[in-house]
């Protein structure tokens, strides 16, 4: 069933493209070109969730977030920034934004946060804060990952190859399922790219003498567990 989604936006080319996705999937998308226009669609209370960019003319994004809590209006929020760092996830999520997603993006991944918000939002459960499996942690607020006391630095890409493992911990994950998961592809690009993050995943969380965590179950994929 069609979900209902405002998408608040001033950049035309990238609000198509949202727009355009969110109908080829079955949901119906409205757009506000500033945040006043935002504010004023958002505190209708009629839309299932809102991607709401943070930096809009007339009234910024997070100006138009805070007055939407203010006002009691709870409906999800996905923050879009081209600002990446923690500090700015965290000023986004404190603002009372549900996700925060940085510029540029797969349209797929905002899909993903998406429909993963709304089904919280109907089944009540909390949002997800944190990921744990034995004493690897990531924070999804900080951005931050670590195994016991040590904080794993990771890029981008490591850091959403790890989430996707964490999210499927004890599971097998295929390497076509990384590949759509973690790069978007819906193809295999016939390179070791899986492998050569895998390892270097490896050397940055198994060390110290701590038990291995990332196994490779030979002929079907990978696995994160003890």
Known sequence: MGRKILVVEDDRTTADFILKGLAEHGHVG???ADGRDGLFHATSGEYDAIVLDRMLPMMDGLSVLQAMRVAGIE???????????VDDRVTGLTAGSDDYLVKPFAFAELLARLELLMRRRGSGTPV???LTCE???MDLLKREVRRGDRVID???????????LLRHAGQVVTRTMLLEGVWDYHFDPGTNVIDVHISRLRRKIDMEGDPPLIHTVRGAGYRIGA
């Open 135 to 137: 004493n690897l942690r």
């Open 30 to 32: 409205d757009h506000a």
């Open 75 to 85: 409906t999800p929020v996905i923050l879009l920034s081209a600002l990446g760092s």
């Open 154 to 164: 990771l890029q981008p890409r490591e850091f959403r190859l790890v989430e996707y």
């Open 128 to 130: 997800e804060t944190a």
